[in-house]
């Protein structure tokens, strides 16, 4: 029998990252309020980091900036690139202050390298005989033979979504693996639902509301003039949307 009630475990979630560029709260209001317009459903209730870095003042009141913030019906879980005074202040009005992300580092490290390979050399003394990895089970594609209209979602598990039809305003399509869209692309579409980067979301016609690939999304006004109502492909590179042409002209 177990012999505590709950235990802590390290975990990864995607929470998206709120740029504040001021302390004007009725900005950011009004700024909130043009995002919710964009994709009400997919912002409803959204877990958000604020990056402070750009905020001059160091006495900001963190209470109020939450409350503007929860206003909206997002959740204000904490800030990053606070100095210590902001900090100390977010603390104080129940926020976590958390570490930024790391940026990529390419740069070779040969001693890391080197006690890699020692180790590694080690095991494969010890254990000759490797467990087999498991490979995640793909379920079979679903396809949809039909335009997907407002209000409506369907969600893919497992598996990519094929959409023979498009997909109107205010409709949702979610997928862990890659979206196809035969049509036109009015509404939402969240490839990688379940984290896998490497998904992709095709489509004849790109006119969204929003796409998102493994959690990092764009909303429309995010996507370039001369590729909007284009045939496309969204993928993920570097840990930034990107949007090619489906076809070389």
């Not at 926020?95 to 992300?101: C, G, K, S, V």
């Not at 949307?241 to 002209?249: F, G, H, I, S, Y």
Request: proline residues 5%; glycine residues 6%; aromatic residues 4%.
């Amino acid at each position: 029998m177990p012999t505590t009630s709950a235990e802590l475990k390290g975990s990864l979630f995607p929470l998206s990252i709120l740029m504040l560029e001021d302390n004007n709260l009725d900005k950011l209001a009004q700024q909130l309020d043009n995002k919710l317009k964009q994709a009400p459903a997919f912002f409803f209730r959204a877990p958000l980091v604020v990056n402070i870095e750009q905020v001059t003042e160091e006495n900001i009141d963190f209470s109020a900036l939450k409350q503007a913030i929860e206003a909206k019906d997002f959740i204000c879980v904490g800030i990053c690139n606070g100095t210590t005074e902001q900090k100390k202040l977010a603390r104080l009005a129940g926020l976590a202050t958390l570490q930024p992300p790391k940026a990529n580092d390419n740069k070779p490290k040969p001693l890391v390298k080197e006690t890699v390979k020692e180790v590694v050399k080690e095991v494969i003394k010890e254990v000759p005989q490797a467990a087999p990895v498991s490979e995640p089970i793909k379920a079979p594609d679903m396809i949809v033979r039909q335009n997907v209209r407002s209000g409506q979602q369907i969600y893919a598990k497992n598996a990519d979504l094929i959409i023979v039809g498009s997909v109107g305003n205010g409709a949702e399509v979610i997928a862990d693996g890659s979206i196809h869209i035969y049509g036109k692309l009015r509404g939402r579409a969240l490839a990688g639902a379940s984290g896998n980067k490497g998904s992709a979301i095709f489509c004849q016609s790109l006119e969204a509301e929003l796409v998102s690939v493994a959690g990092n999304y764009w909303v429309s006004d995010a996507i370039e003039k001369s590729l909007w109502q284009q045939s496309g492909i969204v993928t993920l590179d570097q840990e930034q949307l990107t949007v090619e042409p489906l076809l070389d002209a």
